[in-house]
């Protein structure tokens, strides 16, 4: 079973810069998956920020990340990044990749999800 780990998070300044890389391991990643990466900061529900298809491609960006984030993928090692520059202070949560079947950006269609890692921003 695919399991999915997540690093890159941090702490920096507003307009600051971080790349978040999420590693596939314990099973194959089929070419037909999506990949994406959803946040959920403090008090709030979980939300969608970007997904891509596995074999590449097809991207969609949240609307509130546009023109800030970049996901791309490597398939040698599995791995997803997600780039993100002039980061705002809402942007700070913790930060999800999962992956699933469906190209969609409901989390409800994604099976395995990683732990998490936190990005804070100071204002």
């Known amino acids: 079973q695919v399991q999915l780990v997540e690093s890159g998070g941090g702490s920096v300044q507003d307009g600051g810069s971080l790349r978040l890389s999420c590693t596939a391991s314990g099973g194959r990643i089929l070419s037909s998956s999506i990949m994406a990466w959803f946040r959920q900061a403090a008090g709030k529900e979980r939300e969608f920020v970007a997904l891509?298809?596995?074999?590449?491609?097809?991207?969609i960006y949240a609307d509130s990340v546009k023109g800030r984030f970049i996901i791309s993928r490597d398939n040698t090692p599995n791995t997803m990044h997600l780039h993100m520059i002039n980061l705002k202070p809402e942007d700070a949560a913790v930060y999800y990749c999962?992956?699933?079947?469906?190209?969609?950006?409901?989390?409800?269609?994604?099976?395995?999800w990683g732990q998490g890692t936190q990005v804070t921003v100071a204002s």
């Open positions: 891509i298809r596995w074999r590449g491609g097809s991207e």
């Open positions: 999962a992956v699933g079947s469906e190209y969609t950006t409901n989390q409800k269609a994604y099976r395995t």
